[in-house]
């Protein structure tokens, strides 16, 4: 089944106000942020797009609490005239949480490395690497995810190769860049990818449905 190629489960506080997105056959389909902090004092600021049925037909307001069960996916969207890959935690299940309740924010994929596996050491030695893989889901469409892996997690990933099955774990991560339009404007911009804990690689004969096109 697709939908156990791409689960995610986050907890945390409702960062900003929901906005509506887009309308499908009657349902509303809002998109809001929600903070989950790391062990290492880091937050990550995740987004989320959740239907108002899930919600009840009641908005969160900033500083609720609340849990989220469903999948991590992408897709192309124009801004400013430009296609750029969007990342967002689609809501399967909801819930509202106790203001004390515990920030969760696990995922597991599985699916196809779809570009070549960047590999490289940072300037203290640490190994690195990036990977984007392309994970099944309903209605013959996919979802390109960009991950990335550290130490030895790197090291394995490095010798994958396109088209390689695999199987990770770890969280989804939020990171803040600056983006250089020319030479008098600078802009900040926000990057989401899965940090792998756990990566494996999968029999090639796995079956995890046909990869479909980009949505």
């Not at 991590?72 to 400013?80: C, E, F, G, P, T």
């Not at 399967?92 to 570009?115: A, V």
């Not at 940072?122 to 990036?130: L, N, S, Y």
């Not at 010798?159 to 990171?175: A, I, T």
């Amino acid at each position: 089944m697709s939908e156990d190629n791409n689960r995610v489960i986050v907890s945390g506080k409702v960062v900003n106000t929901p906005i509506l997105d887009h309308t499908l056959y009657g349902e509303e389909f809002y998109t809001f942020d929600i903070s989950i902090p790391r062990l290492s004092g880091t937050v990550d600021v995740l987004p989320l797009t959740v239907s108002n049925r899930l919600m009840g037909n009641r908005l969160p307001e900033v500083g609720n609490h609340i849990t989220v069960k469903g999948q991590l996916r992408s897709y192309n969207k124009q801004i400013d005239g430009v296609n750029r890959l969007i990342i967002t935690i689609f809501a399967k299940q909801f819930r509202y949480e106790p203001t004390d309740y515990d920030y969760i924010n696990d995922i597991e994929l599985k699916g196809y490395i779809c570009k070549p596996v960047i590999y490289r050491t940072t300037p203290f030695m640490r190994e690195i690497a990036d990977i984007l893989i392309a994970v099944n889901r309903s209605y013959g469409k996919s979802d390109y995810l960009p991950c990335i892996a550290w130490g030895r997690n790197a090291h394995f990933a490095g010798s994958l190769d396109v088209g390689s099955v695999v199987r990770l774990e770890g969280r989804v991560q939020s990171r803040v860049y600056q983006k250089q339009l020319s030479e008098t404007e600078i802009v900040e911009r926000t990057a989401y990818e899965v940090s792998c804990s756990i990566l494996e690689l999968l029999p090639t004969d796995t079956v995890i449905g046909r990869i479909g096109e980009r949505e």
